[in-house]
Nanobody, 124 residues
Framework: QVQLVESGGGLVQAGGSLRLSCLAS????????MGWLRQAPGKEREFVAG????????YYAESMKGRFTISRNNAKNTVYLQMNSLKPEDTAVYYC?????????????????WGQGTQVTVSS
């Protein structure tokens, strides 16, 4: 079972940046599709960004394109989310997730393992 630990959340002003990190415990980390998802108070969990195991290609939710960048370092068992031009509506708990499926997913149900989440708060 993969254990995921996020870090890097915090309080930032609108227009600022944050970089989230997620450390995975599994030595076969490179075989997992990885994703970042988020959940704001009173809202459903939503997909933010994903990166595939096969070729490290990336994909994003439409509202994050151009502002967020997901990347991975398989040697360090770590996936990152660089968030720029943050907006108050980006305020949420951000979760790192891993999927052992062959194909990537942009739905929460497509992920098998989850971190505990890290809070990101963007002030106006």
């Amino acid at each position: 079972q993969v254990q995921l630990v996020e870090s890097g959340g915090g309080l930032v002003q609108a227009g600022g940046s944050l970089r989230l990190s997620c450390l995975a415990s599994d030595r076969t980390f490179s075989n997992y599709n990885m994703g970042w998802l988020r959940q704001a108070p009173g809202k459903e969990r939503e997909f933010v960004a994903g990166i595939r195991w096969s070729d490290s290609s990336t994909y994003y939710a439409e509202s994050m394109k151009g502002r967020f960048t997901i990347s991975r370092n398989n040697a360090k068992n770590t996936v990152y989310l660089q968030m720029n031009s943050l907006k108050p509506e980006d305020t949420a708990v951000y979760y790192c997730a891993a999927s052992s499926a062959f194909y990537s997913s942009n739905y929460p149900a497509g992920y098998d393992y989850w971190g505990q989440g890290t809070q990101v708060t963007v002030s106006s």
